[in-house]
């Protein structure tokens, strides 16, 4: 395929960094992860293609953004499922090597919560994209979203903070640390 197809073709190259980015994550994703993933590669690519065969190919612009937030609430939500750890709970593993009953329940607490979070931007994205202007779609899109993102982890981490304790937390560059040395796999 000629870049100068993908340029011209904004869903194509969407569907082509889609696709990148599922096969850089599904190589470092475990096996029982990777049925998740691809169910997810697969609504996305099924959308992108309702989206450019029903109408202009530039209403492609518009699915990154649910895309996106769907990927990582299936991410989240995966690790919910009966047999799993919960992501935010493997996280904490990565900061303390054991973790009380007390916080156990709290870190699925917080997947929960990630995942109806993430669940609400998707359709919120998708909503906004269906029946907002064009500038209001995409102030969502492009900065309230991440705000909200924001507000709802440094939300989170001041209550854990104030019910768990500062002591008990690792710096953010040891937790960075140890994550990338875990790789995407772990998680």
């Keep these: ?63 990154p953004p649910p895309a996106i937030s769907l990927f990582f609430c299936l991410l989240f939500g995966k690790t919910l499922l009966p ?13 303390r090597d054991e973790l009380s009953p ?13 995942a109806g979070f993430l669940l609400l931007v998707t359709l919120e994205s998708i909503l906004m994209a269906i029946y907002a202007s064009v500038e209001t779609w995409s102030l969502f899109a492009n900065v309230l979203n991440y705000v909200f993102i924001g507000a709802l ?6 209550y854990r903070i104030n019910r768990f304790g500062r002591a008990a937390h690792a710096s953010l560059r040891r937790m960075l640390s140890r994550i990338g040395g875990q790789g995407i796999g772990t998680l």
């Design 1 to 63: 395929m000629h870049l100068s197809v993908i340029l011209g073709r904004p869903d194509i190259g969407f569907a082509v960094l889609v696709a990148l980015i599922m096969l850089h994550v599904l190589w470092h994703t475990s096996a029982k992860g990777r049925f998740y993933l691809w169910t997810g590669a697969l609504a996305i690519l099924v959308g992108l293609t309702v989206v450019t065969v029903r109408w202009d190919p530039t209403h492609a612009l518009f699915l």
């Design 83 to 95: 047999g799993e750890e919960p992501l935010v709970t493997r996280i904490a593993r990565l900061e």
């Design 102 to 114: 007390e916080l156990l329940a709290y870190t699925r607490r917080v997947t929960w919560v990630w």
């Design 153 to 158: 982890f440094l939300g989170e981490y001041v």
